[in-house]
């Protein structure tokens, strides 16, 4: 058996655990053997981990419209750069992809850059205003994945349930951005003692977790309404939880069997408000950085499974805009690049978190809610695999980023464990072997 890649005592980690070391044959796009054979290339992988490929759920790559910010070919790089094989773009951008046409020609354009995979995400409305529904059939016939007005709050609830009921007729998922936006307001970080100390507008934890509330009876009432049920799948994701309290109406909503799914952010599980001391807009995000114990929550969540999954929310701008003051610079964070090396510091390194949990969080996890089969490392499996080392240790340097957005609230942290090899069915969508 001859195959095109050869992973010398590679360490194998995925989702069921880890699984000791095997030499790993890659060919014709799967996994061909772990127990080696002939190639035309052998890689070294001694003392490196082989996992499955990440798996994105939420990212802004801005085009088209805002390619200044981000585009397809740097966004899809820095995928790469950071281990994901996969990754689902918002819709956010100028015009919204709220066409048919529109998902194509990312598609399309995507395939000819050959780096990361991309999966577009629609509107779920028009123009993302709220009020008419995009045609989720014609959408997913075009290949959406989901349908989201992620970028702005679905305040209208009858809106809500009849996209819900429409786009699960299509096997699609509705992600929201839950969020208050009457108790938002124009806050530009967590509302709590920092904010009163520096005396800049809040936005409540409550915030968050009233919309929560609201968006789970939304999902009681169409779950009910259903005749036909979609199984294993989610009805509802909910992005970038922040909150302890929304962290805790996801827990028992899942307890009672409702069809949802959440995400939590790097910056989330890393960050807190006490990080906007100095008035820094790089830390301004939303939802916005919460408080210690928002993180320990989360960390918890993610452990137990009540978050699905970890999603960047990478959300590049140009540096003069980031370099505004804290009221006017936009929200966002980029992570494409740094996410995986960041958490597995922070969690595995530092406070024991699972190693196998942790790579599950970036695999099966979103995947499921997709509705997509899992990859494992197996004879047949599709290599779509990552190769990083967890003990090679570097400084983070935005400068040397592929996303157009060189800056980072992470600029000089020491992390470990950063990719070197991705591959998308075993072809090599980046290399940093040195």
């Known amino acids: 058996m001859k195959g095109e890649i050869l992973f010398k005592n590679a360490t194998l980690v995925d989702a069921r655990g880890e699984h000791g070391t095997a030499d790993v044959l890659v060919g014709e796009g799967r996994i061909l053997s772990l127990s080696g054979g002939e190639a035309q290339r052998v890689v070294e992988a001694k003392g490196r981990c082989l996992s499955p490929g990440f798996f994105d759920l939420h990212a802004h790559l801005r085009e088209p419209g805002q390619e200044v910010k981000e585009d397809l070919r740097s966004g899809l790089e820095a995928a790469a750069r950071g281990g994901y094989t996969d990754l689902v773009s918002m819709p956010n951008t100028t015009p919204v992809v709220d066409r048919a046409e529109a998902v194509r020609a990312l598609r399309e354009k995507a395939a000819q850059i050959d780096r990361a995979r991309l999966h577009p995400a629609a509107a779920l409305t028009q123009g993302q205003e709220g009020q008419v529904l995009c045609e989720a059939r014609l959408l997913r016939e075009a290949g959406a994945v989901l349908l989201t007005d992620d970028g702005r709050t679905n305040e209208d609830a009858g809106v809500l349930a009849l996209g819900l009921r429409y786009a699960a007729s299509w096997g699609l998922p509705v992600a929201v951005h839950a969020e208050d936006a009457g108790l938002r307001r124009g806050g530009v970080m967590h509302e709590g003692e920092v904010s009163w100390r520096l005396g800049l507008p809040g936005n409540p934890a409550y915030a968050e977790s009233a919309r929560i509330a609201r968006d789970l009876e939304v999902v009681r009432y169409v779950w009910e309404a259903l005749e036909t049920r979609p199984q294993g799948r989610s009805l509802l994701h909910f992005q970038h939880l922040s909150t302890r309290r929304g962290l805790e109406l996801v827990r028992q909503a899942k307890r009672e069997g409702l069809p949802i799914s959440a995400e939590v952010t790097p910056h989330h599980l890393t960050l807190t408000d006490a990080h906007l001391e100095g008035l820094d807009p790089l830390y301004k995000v939303a939802p916005p950085l919460r408080t210690w114990a928002d993180v320990e929550a989360l960390v918890e969540g993610l452990l137990e499974g009540s978050l699905d999954c970890v999603a960047t929310d990478h959300a590049p701008h140009t540096e003069d805009e980031k370099s505004l003051d804290l009221l006017r610079a936009p929200f966002g964070i980029p992570s494409l690049e740094v996410a995986w090396p960041l958490l597995y510091t922070e969690l595995v390194q530092k406070r024991g978190f699972p190693l196998s949990v942790l790579v599950a969080r970036f695999t099966d996890g979103p995947r499921r809610i997709l509705g997509l089969p899992p990859i494992h490392l197996e004879e047949g499996a599709e290599a779509s695999l990552v190769l990083w080392d967890p003990s090679q240790r570097r400084t983070v340097d935005p400068k040397g980023f ?33």
Do not use: D
């Not at 957005?405 to 942290?413: C, I, V």
């Open 402 to 434: 592929a996303s157009k957005a060189r800056y980072s609230p992470w600029a000089g942290w020491g992390l470990s464990g950063w990719p070197l090899l991705t591959l998308v069915e075993g072809r090599v969508v980046f290399e940093g072997l040195g």
